[in-house]
């Protein structure tokens, strides 16, 4: 048996959904990625760059997604957060 060494892993590329900031310099941003392989939805949640949540939706789940996303928006923007506006180049540089 041959070692053949750590093996290459493809990550499946995120984007980012919504940027938030607050006074002081904090940032969060909602990030989104799709999981072909089981044809899945996922979003991630950061905050000063540290992951906070993440959460898959697949088979019956997938309609779920829109709704806990929109709670998670709908969160940060009731904890005083402002919503930053994302143009489709800076969206898609991530």
Same mark, same amino acid.
């Given at each position: ?8 892993? *493809?990550? =499946?590329?995120? !984007? =980012?959904? !919504? ?6 310099? #904090? ?9 072909? #392989?089981? !044809? *899945? +939805?996922?979003?991630? =949640? ?11 939706? !697949?088979?019956?789940? =997938? ?5 806990? +996303?929109?709670?998670?928006?709908? #969160? ?5 957060? #402002? ?9 898609? *540089?991530?």
């Amino acid at each position: 048996m041959t070692f053949a060494g750590p093996r290459d892993t *493809a990550t =499946v590329p995120m !984007h =980012v959904l !919504h940027r938030f900031t607050k006074p002081g310099g #904090q940032w969060a941003e909602i990030r989104e990625r799709t999981v072909t #392989q089981f !044809h *899945a +939805l996922e979003f991630f =949640v950061f905050v000063d760059g540290s992951l906070l949540e993440s959460q898959m939706f !697949h088979g019956g789940r =997938v309609a779920e997604y829109s709704i806990s +996303l929109e709670a998670r928006i709908r #969160q940060f923007i009731d904890d005083g957060w #402002q919503s930053n506006t994302l143009d489709e180049t800076a969206n898609q *540089a991530n």
